[in-house]
């Protein structure tokens, strides 16, 4: 699957209806009429002679249809034209370009022009649209689902996370309110699939919104409800809902490590980054100003858990790439502050494109489109965690083509390395499949010399797989670029749980308690160790910086607070696995291309005496060589 687009300029306040109370104009002058022009007023007029005939039909069984008002009429009236003009828009929007910078936005803003007016609209004539129309809660519900799924979409096109909330703000209010309540009522098994999938997709939210206190009610709720489903309707997808309770089940347990309160319950930590996260730079400090503007996320690793199409290693390295999401309507309505469009309180969170299991061909489109679009200044920042796909024979070149590379997909059937059993299928036609499937999988990789072309411009690589050797041949180049490879053997891995490398990236301090063999901690320690590790990442940080042998490379990217984070965390890594006693082969660590000039940086006594150090807070100094240096 494959997620996301540019976001053209700053988010718009229009965008933002609200549940109750009022909704912000658009700042362009509209037609306040319903009815449009030309070709929009006959639609009017003939959806008016259907909706008429649909009033009859209504009042039929009470045989009073003549003795409806006229303006209750045309209440009805408008509502079905409402309704029905946003559920053309509505599915219009799988037709959109998945990537590009305005292509879309237009279409988006139509959408939510007209669902602010129908939601407003069946607010204000709700008790005619009770007795005249016969509207129950489900349709309520489904109109908020419908805006819900608008906000959901628009942050995966924009990357900004105050659209989660404004989802969630409406995604709870249908469970708050029961709009679904009288569905399980009905001997209609197609609305409670309806009701099935607003709760998946509330889950999808919440993970990404780290509520996950309310995740595990709504997984409790949508048990039921399947169990309550299946049991009402002999149906066939009873397998699939059961998959997606699995699915959600094994990605609420992907962190290997709990923190817990004293009463025991745990604590929810978030691993975007606040304002304090990354370490500031030093005053008259010279760095380049690129800035992180596009990443592609791309996920193909084989039995990791995931759900949504979204694996848990893709899940990190997106949250690893946003700042803390603000409440947008708090934000733009604060009392005594005055909106300004020119000064934004805080840059925006670089774009993302985000791609599970995709074919080649989608892969390079979203890759070139990224390359074409990329601002003057910008990185494009390129995530692989896929399965590695190695070479079936010998070479005697050494070129970028000759060491294999990362799987990528050649049909949306296959799964995991096999493929799907489809209904109506033998085991003879599987089999053949997935034959065919490992013959062909070498001709579906992603090759370092299929990167070349895009290092015309700033690229930052991070390559999370079992073959990451093979993107060594990509750092060459003419442009700032740096290329980081994670480890090929790990034997603290826990791939279907996550690669540790990425987790690393993404909370380091829980990747430590990992490899030191824990598995909970309480708050208030928690705390304190993450308080020492800001003060790693500040001490790192000045490593790079007054270090006179390091690649310049490094220091272009280091202006931007995303990759600067990264970059202490790399290093953090690479540092933590050299000094531990399990990893002792060359294997076992992380490379970085241009390489980090090693006794200033990842085997720096300096850092080796802070990772000692916060060895010693969680009593784990055991586990690491003391004078790791004198063990080369």
């Not at 990442?537 to 000045?542: G, K, L, M, V």
Request: proline share 4%; glycine share 4%; aromatic share 12%.
């Amino acid at each position: 699957m494959v997620r996301g687009a540019r976001q053209p300029q700053q988010p718009r306040s229009r965008l933002a209806p609200r549940l109750t109370g009022t909704v912000e104009k658009p700042p362009r002058k509209r037609r306040s009429s319903i009815r449009g022009s030309g070709d929009s007023r006959e639609r009017y007029q003939h959806f008016t002679e259907k909706t008429e005939f649909a009033l009859k039909e209504i009042m039929s069984s009470g045989g009073a249809e003549d003795d409806i008002p006229q303006g209750e009429r045309k209440t009805v009236t408008d509502f079905c034209y409402l309704l029905d003009k946003s559920k053309q828009l509505f599915n219009g929007l799988r037709d959109l370009p998945q990537y590009g910078q305005k292509q879309w936005q237009s279409y988006f803003g139509r959408t939510f022009d007209v669902y602010t007016k129908l939601w407003k609209f069946q607010q204000q004539h709700r008790q005619v649209l009770d007795n005249r129309y016969g509207l129950k809660r489900w349709q309520i519900g489904e109109i908020a689902s419908k805006i819900g799924q608008l906000y959901y979409h628009y942050y995966l096109r924009t990357s900004e996370t105050s659209y989660l909330n404004e989802a969630f703000s409406f995604y709870s209010a249908i469970r708050q309110r029961s709009y679904y309540s009288q569905v399980n009522k009905e001997d209609r098994p197609e609305l409670v699939v309806k009701k099935l999938r607003y709760y998946a997709r509330f889950i999808v939210v919440c993970l990404l919104l780290n509520k996950m206190d309310v995740v595990k009610d709504l997984v409790k709720e949508l048990s039921d409800e399947i169990e309550d489903y299946t049991h009402r309707f002999n149906t066939e997808d009873q397998v699939e809902w059961n998959l997606v309770l699995q699915e959600v089940a094994a990605f609420i347990e992907a962190d290997p490590v709990m923190v817990l309160n004293d009463d025991n319950t745990i604590v929810i930590t978030s691993n975007r980054l606040a304002e304090t996260g990354a370490p500031l730079l030093e005053q008259g400090m010279i760095v380049g100003q690129l800035s992180l503007a596009d990443a592609l996320i791309i996920g193909n690793c084989n039995n990791q858990v995931k759900f949504s199409e979204l694996t848990v290693d893709m899940f990190r390295m997106l949250q690893a790439l946003e700042r803390e999401p603000m409440n947008l309507a708090s934000q733009m309505n604060k009392p005594g502050m005055q909106e300004s469009a020119d000064k934004p309180t805080r840059r925006e969170n670089p774009h993302k494109y985000l791609l599970y299991k995709p074919t080649f061909s989608q892969l390079y489109t979203f890759l070139a489109a990224s390359f074409k679009e990329l601002p003057a200044n910008s990185v494009l920042l390129i995530y692989l965690s896929a399965t590695g796909v190695f070479p079936t024979g010998r070479s005697d070149s050494e070129g970028p083509y000759d060491f294999g590379g990362v799987l990528t997909n050649s049909n949306r059937d296959i799964i995991n390395g096999d493929a799907i059993h489809k209904r109506n299928q033998s085991h003879k036609e599987m089999h053949w499949y997935v034959f065919w499937f490992l013959h062909c999988c070498c001709f579906r990789s992603l090759h370092p010399g299929d990167l070349y072309p895009f290092t015309r411009k700033p690229l930052f690589i991070i390559v999370d797989s079992s073959n990451s050797v093979a993107y060594k041949v990509s750092s060459t180049r003419a442009i700032a670029q740096v290329c980081w490879l994670s480890p090929t053997s790990i034997s603290k891995n826990q791939s279907q749980r996550g690669s540790l490398f990425t987790l690393f990236l993404n909370n380091p301090l829980m990747a430590f308690l990992f490899v030191s063999g824990l598995s909970s901690m309480r708050r208030g320690l928690w705390e304190k160790c993450q308080e020492y590790l800001r003060k790693i990442n500040r001490d790192i940080a000045q490593l790079l910086t007054h270090s006179r042998s390091i690649d310049q490379a490094f220091l272009q990217f280091f202006g931007d607070e995303f990759l600067r984070l990264l970059l202490t965390r790399f290093i953090f890594c690479s540092a933590t696995m050299r000094m531990h006693k399990i990893f002792r082969e060359t294997r076992n660590y992380p490379e970085s291309y241009p390489q980090l000039p090693r006794d200033e940086t990842v085997e720096n006594p300096h850092l080796q005496k802070h990772i000692l150090e916060l060895a010693s807070i969680l009593d784990v100094r055991n586990v690491f060589f003391e004078n790791t240096i004198d063990d080369y």
